[in-house]
């Protein structure tokens, strides 16, 4: 069974920086692409970012150019640059295996996720 495992989140102000770790393990996720939802307590998540087995990238409009995406394959490693970060980022983040061709979850199964909190 896969499994997801993110760190690296905290509280910071608005124009900081954070970096984001995802562990996955369970599953071979060599050719697949990775991905990272976010997720605001009463809404449902949303994606972020995803990142190809080739390691071509896309992002939400609301975070592109602030946010970088990369994934360091043989450690099966997820990792999420969030730069000038703003109030609006403030929210849970996940990360997943993602459907070839779409933005949704590969995995009904989530970890716990990192707290992002970005305030004044």
């Known amino acids: 069974q896969a499994q997801f495992a993110e760190s690296g989140g905290g509280l910071v102000r608005p124009g900081e920086s954070l970096r984001l770790s995802c562990r996955a393990s369970?599953?071979?996720?060599?050719?697949?692409?990775l991905g990272w939802y976010r997720q605001i307590p009463g809404r449902q998540r949303e994606y972020v970012a995803r990142?190809?087995?080739?390691?071509?990238?896309r992002y939400e409009d609301s975070v592109q150019g602030r946010f970088t995406a990369f994934r360091d394959k043989p450690r099966n490693m997820l990792y999420l640059q969030m730069d000038n970060l703003k109030p609006e980022d403030t929210a849970r983040y996940y990360c997943?295996?993602?459907?070839?061709?779409?933005?949704?979850?590969?995995?009904?199964?989530w970890g716990q996720g990192t707290q992002v909190i970005v305030s004044s």
């Open positions: 997943n295996q993602m459907i070839p061709g779409t933005f949704r979850p590969a995995f009904d199964s």
């Open positions: 990142v190809s087995n080739a390691g071509i990238t």
């Open positions: 369970g599953s071979d996720f060599n050719e697949v692409s």
